[in-house]
């Protein structure tokens, strides 16, 4: 559309809705603070119509007048004055009730100011597709529009426009018009003369059907009819334990091998309209067991919390087994009772179906679930069961937080540590952080649970910020594992994928027909690829990492871009023939296990193996069944499930993660290791762990042997208030990227002399320098660190820098980007 930049019309800065202390005003009236989505860095305001007064609501979708355009937004305040000069009105109103709760305004508002991210995106982000604003936006012609005479109209596009309207019943979106027209630029123009109109937006997304498989009964099946190739072959074994399955749920090329199967009967495959919720089978309803002392006591502690119907953050710090789980369900039970909502956070959904089937097992269809696997309609329904009122158990990953819970009076955040809490890209939120807020902001109790807390919640108990709940033992006296370390051999592959050690231990597992988990936070067959010549190692030409060989791909791939390229049997440097494989990853540990085992049932866990929505569960359900005797797999093995028959879990290689250059990876080794052995002996016969490293007297491996959490803590807590790392000190990133190095240096060297003049209040800057990962995706980064004692501080010196790099001195191609409470700094 060829249009002149429309005039901005009202603005206030982006973080003052409401100035608090009253402007002149210069009109008096109704006004709306609207903050529209397509133009998020402020917030505008428009006058009510008289006509509308009384309809309109914050939290209601409108329609404003943009330049000659219109736009959508959400009015997120009603105002009976304006500052602003000339305020035009707003002309409709898209919502007969609002909505956005106050709560979930409130909320987006808080992370927008935390965050320095515009309302407008986090509103974007917070809002379920089905209803965002111009999502869906179509056209249909008027009856004055299909009584002009199309001959007479002026302007090839517009004509085309109209035949297109006519030959089209019905509404119809722009993306289609603008197909069948050729162009939509003469829109404006029919919209203007009333000629064609904007039609009301679909409640939310249609239902389609998708294609659906069903495993024909094995009986029936003629012989010769086995799998051919891994893909069949996975969406057998997926099938194996579900029966049936939508294609899209079972993986990248289920598809043309499940139309395979189904050509050779081995499958049918249908049509169905998916259901809501894929966790929403009810399972068989377990009655609540009797607490133990420690429980009850933790329960008892929030359900008084929760009759003051106030604020009150709680840390509920329990060893792995000692039944978190129950405390949750028996808080969330009372809640219900008081007539309040509950939202449960859990890292990650694949991982957790566990804790899904408790709670819909206790608590059946008040539950819905949210998490971002889910299709756009199914998330629509499940926010909307919430919304109305239908469910008030929202069970979710990080974006469950903005569930519309009208009324929320608990709040748990489970494995509350977890880095997939911090949103990496787009709003750099923290959900656990914000689920603290939202539970201020609604008078709620909030749980945050784990055997290892985050140093920060750590603190904030220790220092009685948050109440402390403590569960010292395992359920039914059952010990914690022993631990043993052992030392790694030093070769150049990198030793012994099994120590003798760690062989023994799994020969005595498999005699005794009990299970093993293994960890290895490394996915692929081998991560260094290098030539014996000249020493070089396989690059991702995109990122500044090696690439990883995978064997089962037949490829080197990038971990970090997903470049991939098959493997070269000549070093492109030297042209050398001598080219190795160096150290272990996942795929290598399962070959060497099945070579050692032959007969053992060897099964393994990672990105790879996982990429259908069901994966994770079949694998589970396997260990659980007792089909599987072995389990190798990256960190996702070590979340919280409950297998009552392993006995051991190996530790690899406990050293991958700990030489990152980071201020959290001692601390999240530490609490791998913990939640790993925490897998251990879970069931009646007790359990072991063995470490393997090369570092056997670190500290954190020596603090996790003796299970002393709380020392570990007090001593990585002495060198954070050495360095000034959180919990002590406030970090925020400013990340410069752009393909051209050369004008990143000078974004980075503006950013620096900015921040020189910035640098008060106890605010430091570390850098400007390359990040760690220097290179990602065939971008440069470098960044600088704000640090300091004060969280304001730190975020104001923050906000001013990005607004004056942004204001004038940055390179052409150069993205800024604001990083508030970095998880890690890479
Ligand atoms: P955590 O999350 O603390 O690691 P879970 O919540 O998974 O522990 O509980 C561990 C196991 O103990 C589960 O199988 C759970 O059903 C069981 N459990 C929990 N509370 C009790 C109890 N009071 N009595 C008996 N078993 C319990
Ligand atoms: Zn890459």
């Not at 019309?9 to 100035?19: G, Y």
């Not at 597709?129 to 001959?151: H, N, Q």
């Amino acid at each position: 559309m060829n249009t002149p930049a429309p005039p901005t019309p009202s603005i206030i800065a982006p973080w003052t809705v409401a100035p608090a202390e009253a402007p002149p005003t210069v009109e008096e009236g109704s006004f709306a603070a609207v903050v529209v989505p397509a133009k998020p860095e402020r917030i505008f305001h428009y006058r009510v119509p008289s006509a509308l007064a009384g309809s309109v609501q914050p939290g209601m979708r409108v329609r404003v007048p943009f330049g000659p355009r219109s736009l959508d937004g959400y009015v997120v305040q009603l105002l009976d004055r304006s500052d602003v000069e000339t305020v035009k009105p707003l002309t409709a109103v898209l919502d007969a009730e609002p909505i956005l709760g106050p709560s979930i305004l409130a909320l987006t508002r808080w992370m927008a100011e935390y965050y320095l991210a515009p309302w407008g995106k986090v509103l974007a982000a917070a809002v379920p597709a089905g209803l965002k604003v111009g999502a869906e936006k179509r056209v249909i012609l008027t009856d004055a529009g299909r009584a002009v005479d199309e001959a007479g109209v002026r302007g090839a596009v517009q004509r085309r426009i109209l035949a297109a309207l006519r030959s089209h019943p019905g509404p119809i979106t722009l993306a289609r018009l603008a197909k069948r027209a050729g162009s939509i630029a003469g829109l404006p123009a029919l919209l203007d003369r009333g000629w064609v109109t904007e039609a009301p937006t679909a409640p939310g997304p249609t239902p389609r059907l998708r294609p659906y498989v069903s495993l024909v009964d094995a009986g029936l099946l003629p012989s010769g009819t086995g799998p051919r190739g891994p893909l069949q072959r996975a969406v057998l074994e997926a099938l194996a334990v579900r029966h049936g399955a939508f294609v899209s749920d079972l993986g990248l090329g289920a598809g043309a091998a499940c139309r395979a199967l189904a050509s050779r009967g081995v499958v049918t495959m249908s049509l169905r309209e998916p259901a809501c919720d894929p966790y929403g089978r009810v399972s068989e309803s377990t009655p609540a067991p009797v607490l133990t002392a420690d429980q009850g006591s933790a329960v008892s502690t929030l359900v008084d919390a929760l009759s003051r119907r106030r604020f009150a953050p709680y840390l509920l710090w329990g060893v792995t087994g000692s039944g978190k789980t129950e405390v949750y369900l028996q808080a969330m039970a009372s809640a219900l009772a008081m007539g309040r909502g509950c939202l449960l956070l859990v890292p990650e959904i694949g991982l957790t179906g566990q804790i899904v089937q408790q709670v819909r097992a206790r608590f059946g269809d008040e539950v819905a679930v949210l998490h971002s696997g889910l299709s756009s309609r199914e998330r629509f329904a499940a926010w909307t069961r919430i919304r109305r009122g239908q469910a008030h158990v929202a069970l979710g990953t990080r974006s469950a937080l903005w569930a519309p819970l009208p009324n929320v009076g608990l709040i748990v955040v489970d494995e509350e540590q977890d880095a997939s809490y911090k949103q990496e890209d787009g709003v750099r939120y923290h959900a656990r952080d914000s689920a603290v807020v939202l539970g201020s902001q609604a008078g709620a109790v909030v749980v945050l649970g784990s055997a290892t807390p985050s140093l920060e919640s750590y603190a904030n108990a220790v220092a009685g910020r948050y109440g402390l709940l403590r569960l010292p033992d395992r359920v039914e006296s059952r010990s914690l594992p022993t631990v043993r370390l052992v030392g790694l051999g030093a070769g150049p592959d990198g030793g012994d994928v099994l120590s003798p050690e760690l062989h023994a231990g799994i020969d005595a597992r498999l005699v005794r027909g009990e299970q093993v988990l293994l960890l290895l936070n490394r996915r692929g067959y081998a991560p260094v690829v290098v030539c014996r010549d000249c020493g070089v190692a396989a690059r991702c030409p995109q990122c500044s990492v090696g690439l990883t060989y995978h064997r089962e791909r037949g490829k080197l791939c990038c971990h970090y871009c997903g470049f991939s390229i098959a493997p070269k049997d000549r070093c492109e440097g030297c042209g050398g023939h001598r080219i190795t494989l160096r150290g272990v990853g996942t795929e290598q540990v399962e070959e060497r296990l099945r070579a050692a085992w032959p007969s053992a049932r060897v099964a393994r866990m990672d990105r790879d193996t996982t990429q259908s929505r069901l994966a994770h569960d079949g694998l589970l359900d396997a260990m659980r069944r007792g089909d599987t005797d072995i389990l190798v797999g990256t960190q996702m093995i070590a979340k919280g499930h409950d297998l009552p028959n392993v006995t051991l879990v190996g530790i690899i290689n406990a050293d991958v993660g700990l030489s990152l250059p980071d201020f959290r990876a001692t601390e999240r080794v530490f609490q791998l290791l913990a939640q790993a052995a925490g897998r251990s002996g879970r069931g009646e016969r007790p359990g072991e762990v063995i470490v393997q490293t090369r570092r056997p007297t670190h500290e954190a491996f020596l603090f996790a042997q003796r299970h002393d959490v709380a020392g570990f803590y007090e001593q990585e807590l002495l060198r954070r208030r050495e360095l000034g790392y959180p919990p002590y000190g406030r970090l925020a990133i400013v990340l410069m990227t752009g393909i051209d190095e050369r004008r990143v240096i000078d974004a980075a060297a503006a950013a620096a002399s900015a921040g020189a003049e910035l640098a008060a209040d106890g605010v430091s800057l570390l850098g400007p320098a390359p990040a760690p990962l220097w290179r990602l995706k065939g971008r440069h980064r470098w960044q600088l660190i704000l640090k300091g004692p004060r969280g304001p501080a730190v975020r104001d010196a923050a906000h001013s820098l990005v607004t004056t790099l942004r204001a004038g001195r940055l390179p052409r191609g150069v993205t800024v980007d604001l990083n508030v409470d970095p998880h890690h700094v890479l």
